[in-house]
């Protein structure tokens, strides 16, 4: 095991591709669990009246073959599970031992998790700047707190760390480098700005991050081994389902094949203990040239 790199955590975002169904959704954990290895499952939590105006909420989907309604308000309704079920949702993540979690979108939404008590909270790129919900969960709320960095410019990711840094609460702070795109070309995947983050902020934050929306597995391993400890990828059971983040999202087989291979590589990342390790000592008396 590696004595210079962080432990991989990987994060199975579930978010919306339970399409409304609590039986999916357990299914989804199961599965995250117990065939991929996963470490977390996150879901995904809105107010849709207050995140929404009314225009946007009474307007039709912008995509309709992946609408749960008539209008983008009801879509987003259909996919939303109130407190109680992301309550029962919690309690089966622990029966079975994954971590819970869930992104927040607005304040309301904010509070209704943090009543859950999750270990972490995350905040979507999308709402990175809505500081009265990041006051709030500094000041109520206790456990760690994810944020990424999808469409933010650098001078906004100072002011953010600045922020919690006011509040004193940038030991549990988690920053994920992001691309907002669905999918994210590799082009546009831009891995080393998490070595810039590490280099302006690993000593002010608890862990730097990789959020990714890309095809496949090998940028996350990649990432890994740039430094983000904590992996998050969009996961469903079937990439073809219904709905807009199923593309971008890995299913069982891929997710399960990044736990392994996040894994290995951690257990790969270290340098020698000595000049001739033991397994290579056979070897050596077997096949080394003498003179």
Known sequence: ???IYKKPFVIAEIGCNHKGDMEIAKELIKVAKIFCNADAVKFQKRNNKELLTEEQYNAPHPNPVNSYGDTY????????????????????????????????????SAKE?????PEFIKIPSACNNNFEMLGWLCDNYKGEIHISTGMTSKDEIETLINFFI??????????????????VPFEDVC???????????????????FSGHHLGI????AAFTLGANIIERHYTIDRTWKGTDHAASLEPMGLRKLCRDLKAVHQ???YKQKDILAIEQVQRDKLKYRK
């Not at 109130?82 to 309690?91: M, P, R, S, T, Y």
């Not at 998790?113 to 008590?117: F, T, V």
């Not at 509040?167 to 669905?182: H, P």
């Not at 891995?191 to 608890?206: A, E, F, G, P, R």
Request: aromatic share 10%.
């Open 218 to 221: 090998a940028v996350d391993v």
């Open 191 to 209: 891995l080393l700005d998490i070595k810039l983050l590490i280099d302006k902020y690993t000593d002010k934050v608890k862990h730097i991050g």
């Open 1 to 3: 095991m590696s004595t």
């Open 166 to 183: 006011e509040k004193g609460r940038n030991q549990d702070l988690v920053v994920y480098n992001c691309t907002s795109g669905y999918p």
């Open 268 to 270: 790969a990342l270290d």
């Open 73 to 108: 308000g009801a879509h987003r309704e259909f996919l939303e599970f109130d407190v109680a079920q992301h309550q029962k949702l919690k309690d089966f993540c622990e029966e079975i031992g994954i971590v819970y979690s869930t992104s927040v979108w607005d304040t309301t």
């Open 113 to 117: 998790i943090a009543s859950l008590n």
